[in-house]
């Protein structure tokens, strides 16, 4: 585990996710499995503040697969862990640089180091620090003649070739090329010890008047080598590629990275996934590459100067494409709800490393979205690769490193702020089937591509389908979605997709969603003073036309607060048909610690409320503990989600409750407010830290089906500065709550 919280794992056993089986060949052991999420902090020195800036970006690995190197980019310094044990990765060194570490690679007696010196774009200047592993000192420092970016070493130790990019200014003339100085190729020859022969006369490969685009101001970005010690180099905003025999420092080949076209994806400025748009000719920029073999190769085309394809190819030494990815990143983003909505018309899900490995005698390619958090495993088949394996990553994936000795497959994920931590996260080889995902949507007929979604915030179970179920999505996205589920498969499926419609409202911020036994849906609308949104009770028919906004109180109103409505729930008291909807905190009227339920009666449109005990904080972190989901359980019983606001490490309170309306009269507003009792039922947080990831602060979403079961969701909020993973959980059956 990487996390470690006081409530004990035994109870996990009830919790079943609704994992994967890919729909490729792969045979059963041939999958990854998520085993560890090792936070970078962890190797800060005693006494330094936990809350310091930490950073994984670029990863390897020693010979032997059991001490990885990463670099942190704000703490200046490589980072050795022990991972002898990939379930209890131990910190071992940080190495100082003195200088803004880009990469790293291991050979068998050293750890090679690019180090930025520059003063600033014009006066680059960067080197090469030559990290002995067995004192884990620096030896050797050797002038790279500029600002370094990838660094690679050849297989044989014979070589270390370093692309330095001397980066354009992006702010300088709205950033166009050309702005020297120029990059190069930078090659240090190895001695048997691992030490640069040629420390004080690196050789240089000059790549200028190579490309079409910014030709006098090359700009390599990512540099890969093949056991033939040829290095293929990307030229990120040139949109090139070149070939390189280190050896003789010659250029064999270059070629245009040329330009791609995908259709059925999102492109719309809205906050909306939908696939409605495309994108044509544009130009590829590949960033990562890597070796599949001596004579092919796969790019990662972010972009970032005027283009980004938005997938990746695969290339053979000639320049030929023998393969390109089209839209299949976009659409597994969209399907798996990890789609970075607010990227949409810029570069969408933003593939940006790529790695190679053998596992199970199959040759795998890995590529990342850095934007979608997530990994994409394809098998190589010589022509067309075949999808296997959707790999949930932590926020911002920015290196990846395969380590077939070991079966494992390594991901450092850099983002280190808004409340989540960088991360390095081990995936190991050989799981008989994929955990994740939990749920995936179907093609949109209309649109051809997949059903987009993400940002769940409530569920709801069809009264009369054991099966069914259904969702929404939250104010992350410009349209509001009520989602229908199939839960009979693994994972469950996305059917089918109905917009809000028929009302003035421009926006609602859905939290809660229960259906009514009138065929429709009452949804809860949480409020925000500052944007104008209101606190709104919504009856809406099947089809999600809007038939009714309720607002509460005027006099309530006024007592609102930005925390509001997150849960609804329908029921019966003394024969009336009422509804129930849970406001997440107190208002400025509550008492500390005590948070309404507000109960509707549709007949005479009145309202009445209830106070709920909140638990206090546990977090050492601090924060607030609120509502998320009402539900109804018959009669007059509900179980209650209650959650702190803290993920990861911090997590303490993820929980469910049941109270009881029997004999209690809900108050008018004005008077002193019933308080319920509640029992403490459901401890979800060894659900939750299952996924052996960042623990998800928000589960949101619970309903209980047609057949009995307990189904839970996560909000991923739309894969924005968060973990894109989505976690529906069956918890068993709902007797368990008793």
């Not at 950073?55 to 980072?79: C, M």
């Not at 929404?472 to 469950?492: G, N």
């Amino acid at each position: 585990m990487a996390f470690s919280h006081k409530h004990s794992l035994a109870s996990v056993s009830f919790a079943v996710a609704f994992g994967f089986g890919a729909a490729g060949a792969a045979s059963a052991g041939s999958f990854f499995e998520r085993i560890n999420s090792y936070p970078v902090y962890k190797t800060l020195a005693e006494g330094v503040d936990p809350a310091t800036e930490t950073v994984a970006e670029i990863i390897s690995a020693s010979k032997d697969g059991r001490t990885l190197g990463f670099t942190d980019s704000p703490g200046e310094a490589i980072v050795f862990v022990n991972a002898t044990n990939p379930n209890n990765i131990q910190p071992k060194a940080r190495v100082a640089l003195g200088g803004e570490p880009t990469s790293v690679a291991f050979g068998a007696k050293a750890a090679y180091a690019g180090v930025n010196t520059s003063e600033d774009y014009i006066n680059a200047s960067g080197h090469l620090a030559v990290i002995e592993l067995e004192n884990m000192g620096i030896v050797a420092k050797c002038d790279a003649k500029g600002q370094p970016d990838s660094v690679a070493v050849s297989a044989d130790g014979k070589f270390v070739a370093i692309a330095i990019e001397n980066e354009r200014d992006e702010d300088l003339n709205d950033g166009v090329l050309p702005q020297m100085p120029a990059g190069h190729l930078a090659i240090f020859d190895l001695d048997a010890d691992g030490k640069p022969t040629n420390c004080d006369n690196v050789r240089i490969v000059d790549m200028t008047g190579l490309a079409e685009v910014g030709g006098t101001d090359p700009e390599p970005e990512f540099v890969s080598i093949n056991s033939k010690n040829q290095a293929v180099v990307s030229l990120q905003e040139n949109n090139h590629l070149a070939i390189v025999d280190l050896a003789s420092g010659e250029i064999t080949a270059h070629f245009s990275a040329g330009s791609s076209s995908a259709d059925a994806i999102p492109v719309s400025k809205g906050l909306m996934s939908d696939a409605s748009g495309s994108i044509k000719d544009v130009a590829r920029e590949p960033d990562a590459v890597a070796w599949i073999d001596d004579e092919r190769f796969v790019t990662a085309n972010e972009g970032d100067y005027k283009g980004g394809s938005r997938g990746f190819t695969i290339w053979n030494a000639k320049g030929d494409v023998l393969f390109d990815s089209g839209n299949a990143m976009e659409h597994l983003g969209m399907s798996h709800g990890h789609y970075p909505a607010k990227r949409a018309s810029k570069k969408g899900t933003e593939p940006e490393g790529v790695a190679v490995g053998e596992f199970g005698g199959e040759t795998l390619i890995f590529v990342n979205s850095e934007r979608g958090n997530f990994v994409a495993v394809y098998k190589d088949t010589g022509a067309a690769p075949e999808f296997i394996q959707f790999l949930p990553t932590h926020v911002g994936p920015e290196g990846l490193l395969a380590i077939p000795s070991r079966d494992l497959f390594a991901v450092a994920n850099e983002v280190d702020e808004d409340g989540v931590r960088a991360h390095v996260s081990l995936y190991q080889f050989g799981a008989e089937a994929p955990a994740y995902p939990t749920i995936v949507s179907e093609t949109d007929p209309e649109t051809r591509g997949p059903i987009g979604w993400g940002a769940l915030s409530a569920l709801a179970a069809d009264p009369s389908d054991a099966n069914k179920i259904y969702a929404v999505t939250d104010s992350f996205y410009d349209k509001s979605k009520i989602l229908t589920v199939d839960i009979s498969s693994k994972p469950a499926k996305i059917t089918g997709a109905v917009v809000l419609h028929g009302s003035d409202t421009a926006k609602y911020d859905l939290e809660g969603l229960a259906v009514s036994k009138d065929g429709g849906f009452w949804l809860a609308s949480e409020g925000h003073p500052e944007k104008e949104l209101k606190h709104l009770l919504l009856k809406a028919s099947a089809d999600g036309a809007v038939q009714e906004e309720i607002e509460l109180p005027a006099e309530l109103i006024a007592q609102a607060e930005r925390h509001a409505f997150e849960g609804v729930a329908e029921f019966e008291k003394d024969g009336e048909t009422l509804v129930a909807v849970a406001l997440q905190r107190e208002w400025k009227d509550d008492p500390k610690g005590m948070v309404k339920l507000a109960i509707y009666n549709p007949a005479d449109k009145s309202w009445g409320f209830v106070h709920y005990p909140l638990d206090a904080p546990t977090s050492q972190a601090g924060g607030w503990v609120g509502l998320s989901e009402i539900v109804s359980l018959g009669g007059e019983e509900f179980a209650i989600l209650e959650r702190d606001n803290k993920g990861g490490e911090d997590a303490a309170i993820k929980q469910i409750t049941v109270v009881s309306l029997e004999g209690i009269s809900p108050a008018k507003y004005g008077d002193d407010l019933p308080v319920l009792e509640k029992r403490m039922a459901m401890d979800i947080l060894p659900a939750l830290a299952a996924s052996k990831g960042w623990v998800l602060d928000k589960p949101e979403g619970l309903t209980v089906t047609a057949g009995g079961r307990l189904i839970l969701v996560t909000d991923n909020d739309g894969v924005d500065d968060a973990p894109g993973e989505t976690l529906l959980i069956d918890l068993g059956p709902a007797t368990r709550l008793n």
